[in-house]
């Protein structure tokens, strides 16, 4: 079985401040990682996803993530946010195999900036 | 332009009745799913289905049942409301296959009284 820890409910921070959002998961066979956003009164959309390859994504919106396999981490970085990036952030994991696409998240991660 | 549409944003219903939640996606794909969303736990998966008629338990199946009759529409129903389900539903759909991304619909608050 899998799960996922986001270790932060809340973060606040201010505008043009660095933003890191922890994730942590728990598998006993190798998984893809996903991150998603969900804006207010929004569904969720893809931020990014790590399938195989450079540990470091990109994603949209200026945000990237780090693939650490030793760590079983995943944390999604922004060096300077806007207010516009407000919204909760979930952290998801995938095992390779088998289970349709299905998705374990996280609690997700409010992010609150504030200018 | 992907889209997943949700038949309500908001619902207000009565413990007992029987609700149906509806979810049309336009882009052909194989698999939808059901999540419910609560603070502090996030989206739980209630049931996806891989094909036409084709449908698998999630992680919270209890309380709830679903249909799919055509590849486009997954309906999320509950049988006899109650005031722990309670939630934000969300829908969401994906091409078949690990490395394709779920896109999501943009959920209906469901309130039971």
């Known amino acids: 079985a899998q799960s996922v820890t986001q270790l932060d409910s809340q973060v606040p921070v201010f505008e043009e401040a660095p933003v890191e959002l922890r994730c942590n998961y728990s598998s006993s066979v190798s998984v893809y990682l996903f991150w998603y956003v969900q804006y207010p009164n929004q569904g969720l959309q893809l931020l990014l996803k790590y399938l195989s390859g450079s540990t470091l994504v990109k994603g949209i919106n200026g945000f990237e993530a780090e693939f650490n396999k030793s760590q079983t981490s995943f944390h999604l970085r922004k060096p300077s946010v806007h207010i516009s990036d407000t919204a909760e952030y979930f952290c998801a994991v995938r095992p390779f195999s088998g289970g349709y696409n299905k998705l374990i998240f996280g609690a997700g991660t409010r992010l609150a900036v504030h200018p | 332009d992907v889209k997943v549409t949700q038949s309500s944003r908001y619902l207000v219903k009565r413990t007992g009745e029987k609700v149906f939640l509806e979810c049309v996606q336009d882009m052909d794909h194989e698999n939808m799913f059901w999540y419910r969303q609560d603070p502090g736990l996030g989206l739980r998966l209630i049931y996806f289905?891989?094909?036409?008629?084709?449908?698998e338990k999630g992680d919270i199946p209890e309380g709830y049942s679903v249909s799919r009759e055509k590849k486009e529409r997954f309906s999320l129903i509950l049988e006899s409301a109650s005031t722990n389900q309670t939630s934000m539903y969300l829908c969401?759909?994906?091409?078949?296959?690990?490395?394709?991304?779920?896109?999501f619909g943009p959920g209906t608050r469901l309130t039971v009284t």
């Open positions: 289905s891989y094909d036409v008629k084709m449908k």
């Open positions: 969401a759909s994906s091409l078949r296959g690990e490395v394709y991304e779920q896109y």
